[in-house]
């Protein structure tokens, strides 16, 4: 799987941990389907959701960790989860046309509320404000939400942001009753566009999922900009929210459909899985960004790396190559269930004259540093 030197390590001082990953994958990641537009059907639990890794992705194991504990939900009720990956707003509308059983994971939010039941929470998101270190600015001094009310920042569109919202739409910290939004907020079509802000130093912060933003700024943003990116890791500034599973009232079923979802919910969380997700999240987050070695396999084959997972086309390595792992393999963290699934990372080179290259490299020539 990893290095022998690695596994050792880890075998030693995070086996408990390692097992849990192991069981966690092997119960909540089935391999993910997709359905084809003209053949959706509504006796088939066709799901709609969109990319925001690590939760949901239809380039990862299972469809990402949170699209894994929903199938393993709709298993509960009798149900194979076919999902569909569509931009959000997209897959909003697919789903009250009657398209589809579902769409996850949102945000309450009274409007949508009046088109959707909303399940209880699947999962709950831990949100922060994320800041440009290397900029100079009061946000550095902020140790409460009041002290944002003055500060730029954006709103992605459709996005909810729990206890934010009312200073993003209202300018106060209390939201007044019965009046429109009156804050002169910037609206962005996307968290990319948000960061690559924040990066330039646009807005003063953005609040956004602490697991979400950390993805995406490893895989969409250079080496040389991460340093612009930091947390205002401050207990007043942290907050959760639940993320839910909405069917649509257009369905006569819809409440049917709701209360079914819930008790195979609540069975799951009785049973600790969705504990070991939690973990599993933050485990994720921990070892991401972590600084590997390179070494020859052993085996005779060449020092590798490969542009596309899985694929024969290679590139050599030289000697003494390193890399920032940038996604760890289904097999390390325990979400591969597929046994012909190559057991790979990806990872970006920070050394020699393929500096800043990123690539698959098979999980035994990584060797963890500085452990």
Same mark, same amino acid.
Do not use: C, I, N, Y
């Given at each position: 799987m990893i290095g022998k030197r690695t596994a050792a390590r880890l075998t030693s001082r995070y086996g408990t941990l390692l097992f849990l990953l192991m069981t966690? +994958? #092997?119960?909540? @990641?089935? +391999?993910?389907?997709? !359905?084809?537009? %003209? @053949?959706? #059907?509504?006796?088939?639990?066709?799901?709609?959701? *969109?990319?925001?890794?690590?939760?949901? !992705?239809?380039?990862?194991? +299972? *469809? *990402?960790? #949170?699209? %894994?504990?929903?199938?393993?939900?709709?298993? *509960?009720?009798d149900r194979e989860a076919v999902y569909e990956f569509l931009p959000f707003a997209n897959a909003l509308q697919m789903t009250d046309e009657g398209k589809a059983i579902g769409t996850f994971p949102w945000f309450r939010n009274a409007e949508r509320e009046k088109a959707f039941a909303y399940s209880n929470p699947i999962l709950e998101v831990e949100y922060v404000v994320f800041f440009n270190p290397t900029i100079q600015s009061p946000v550095r001094d902020v140790a409460a939400f009041e002290d944002l009310k003055d500060l730029k920042t954006v709103r992605v569109a459709g996005y909810a942001y729990g206890k934010l919202d009312c200073l993003l739409d209202f300018g106060t910290v209390e939201c007044p009753q019965d009046a429109p939004p009156v804050a002169d907020l910037g609206v962005v079509e996307s968290e990319y566009r948000a960061f690559e802000m924040l990066r330039d130093g646009e807005i003063d912060y953005l609040a956004a999922s602490r697991a979400v933003g950390e993805s995406l700024i490893d895989r969409a943003f250079p080496m040389e900009d991460r340093r612009k990116f930091g947390v205002l890791d401050r207990p007043a500034l942290t907050w959760s929210m639940g993320v839910h599973f909405l069917f649509p009232r257009s369905r006569p079923d819809a409440n049917d459909l709701k209360q079914a979802f819930d008790r195979a919910l609540a069975g799951i969380e009785a049973s600790g899985r969705v504990a070991e997700l939690r973990q599993t999240i933050e485990w994720q987050g921990r070892w991401k960004g972590r600084v590997v070695s390179l070494h020859e396999p052993g085996t005779g084959a060449p020092l590798a790396g490969h542009p596309r997972r899985g694929v024969a086309d290679f590139v050599l390595l030289p000697r003494g190559s390193r890399a920032v792992v940038l996604e760890w393999s289904g097999y390390f963290v325990g979400t591969a269930t597929d046994p012909e699934e190559p057991s790979m990372s990806y990872v970006q080179l920070i050394n020699g004259p393929l500096r800043g290259e990123r690539l698959w490299v098979r999980d035994e020539i990584l060797e963890l540093e500085g452990e």
């Open positions: 966690l +994958g #092997l119960a909540l @990641a089935p +391999g993910v389907q997709r !359905s084809a537009h %003209a @053949a959706v #059907l509504l006796d088939r639990a066709v799901v709609v959701t *969109g990319e925001w890794p690590p939760f949901t !992705s239809e380039r990862m194991p +299972g *469809g *990402g960790l #949170l699209s %894994a504990l929903v199938s393993e939900v709709l298993k *509960g009720m």
